[in-house]
């Protein structure tokens, strides 16, 4: 795991540029497809696309309608293209999952996405096309559809297929060792964090009925948004004074100096504290690809939310916590 986060994005901006490289490096050397004499339809590589099956879900009138849209969201892809498939315009294919993972419920996940893959472990050019569109969509530190709970089954089931080398699957193997780690619902890894005082203490010791874990980096922009945002609100404002909730945001990296010298842009009721020796990192407790990163846990320590952005979604939560 790198040692130097990166900034996470709302937008596919930065996706789109890597992808268009991606795709690039796979045409090197690549010619257009013959027409063959039959006047078969034929494609340039990066050129084909995907039709849907409704234009948007707003459409649809009914749970019979939902249902047969999900069930043939795939049906204009040609899973049988084997080397074809580079003959797909890849940010459309991205496009495409990006909006089915939209769609699918929690529910239904796990079942409907191990079935996309193994549709697609029918050929390796096709199982690998579609474990990257995967990878961006759910698992790019840029896409704002990240969610290890959709990408584990993928990457599961990824892992099933004999298609992949023993060098292949070191990757898929990583990502997984880490998205099954801190999941929701269970206890949060526990670490020992540092303060500016020198004295140690530990995650699960503190003392709230809520605990939000910063992850961040000083002079990060997006780190001083959220933190901005977390202060104008009133609901966490209101717990924070009767010790309800208690914020931590921790600094995982090794430019102290840097960490000492923004102490003061933090509120003073925040725990402020860093990962001496950069344990976190090392034993990888947390994944820290995107900086910032926020985890909301109760007061047992169990994640409600993991590796989020939006302190809206911790408002929310917390709320229908407390009308409950």
């Known amino acids: ?194 303060l500016a005082d020198g004295s140690s203490h530990r995650l699960h010791d503190i003392e709230a009925r809520y605990t939000i874990l910063m992850f961040s980096n000083p002079g990060c922009p997006m780190c001083r948004e959220i933190m901005e945002q977390i202060c104008a609100s009133p609901l966490l404002n209101e717990l924070t004074e009767r010790g309800d909730i208690r914020t931590l945001s921790l600094y995982p990296d090794e430019d102290l100096e840097a960490w000492h010298n923004h102490l003061d842009d933090m509120p003073d009721a925040w725990i402020k504290g860093y990962d001496k020796g950069q344990k976190i990192t090392i034993e990888r407790l947390y994944n820290l690809n995107a900086i910032p990163s926020l985890y909301l846990l109760n007061a047992n320590k169990r994640v409600i939310i993991k590796d989020g952005t939006s302190v809206a979604q911790i408002e929310n939560v917390i709320a229908y916590l407390e009308s409950l």
């Open 1 to 194: 795991m790198s040692a130097s986060p990166m900034v996470r994005h709302s937008s596919f901006r930065i996706m789109r540029y890597i992808v268009s490289l991606l795709l690039t490096l796979l045409l090197v050397g690549c010619g257009s497809r013959q027409k063959t004499t039959n006047e078969q339809i034929t494609y340039e590589p990066g050129t084909r696309t995907m039709r849907r099956s409704v234009e948007s879900i707003a459409s649809l009138s009914s749970r019979e309608e939902y249902d047969s849209m999900i069930a043939h969201f795939w049906d204009d892809f040609d899973f049988e293209a084997g080397e074809e498939v580079i003959t797909y315009d890849s940010i459309d294919i991205i496009s495409a999952m990006a909006e089915y993972v939209s769609y699918i419920p929690p529910r239904d996940a796990d079942s409907l996405l191990r079935n996309l893959i193994r549709r697609a472990s029918q050929s390796k050019p096709v199982l690998e096309f579609f474990s990257m569109v995967a990878e961006v969509v759910l698992h790019d530190p840029n896409s704002p559809l990240r969610n290890d709970e959709y990408y584990i089954p993928i990457l599961e089931t990824l892992l099933e297929s004999p298609l992949l080398g023993e060098y292949e699957r070191i990757a898929p193997e990583y990502d997984l060792e880490i998205a099954l780690k801190n999941r929701i619902g269970t206890p949060a890894n526990d670490f020992t964090y540092t």
